[in-house]
């Protein structure tokens, strides 16, 4: 039993300490917010990225979903409602595009214009 809680007590301190470290280097966020400020992404970065990648499924009068990638309205406040960082990442979202992926480039672009609040 005393052994049990010594090797108990040691794997905590491993995972606390671990924990310590990954906090005190930068997160994926804050690279991601540092690249941004050399990029000025605005709705005419991004149009094209939606039209290559998006649109095909995504427009009125038949959109997936109901979802209208096709004008900057109905884009924007899908950017500013979060939804649209969450598919792009594909984590806790269903990952758009379905199939294949944006390039690092693209995704960066629109990383940054829904960071900086999806402008025109
Ligand atoms: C091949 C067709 C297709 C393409 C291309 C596509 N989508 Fe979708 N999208 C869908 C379908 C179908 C759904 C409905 C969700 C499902 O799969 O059940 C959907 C759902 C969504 C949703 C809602 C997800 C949710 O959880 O509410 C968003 C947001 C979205 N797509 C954004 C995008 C974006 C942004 C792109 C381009 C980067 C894209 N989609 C490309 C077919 C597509």
Redesign the pocket.
Known sequence: MKKLILILTVLSIGITSCKKQTSSTSTTEDKEVNRCESIDATYATVEP??KA??V???TLPRA??G?D?NSYETTSN?ANSG??A???KGES??A????GK?SDQDLLNMICWIKGGAPK
Not at 96 to 99: N, T
């Open positions: 990225i939606f990648n998006c095909k499924c995504h997936a979903d979802i990638l899908l939804k649209l969450c598919v792009l979202c269903k758009m595009p379905p199939m944006l």
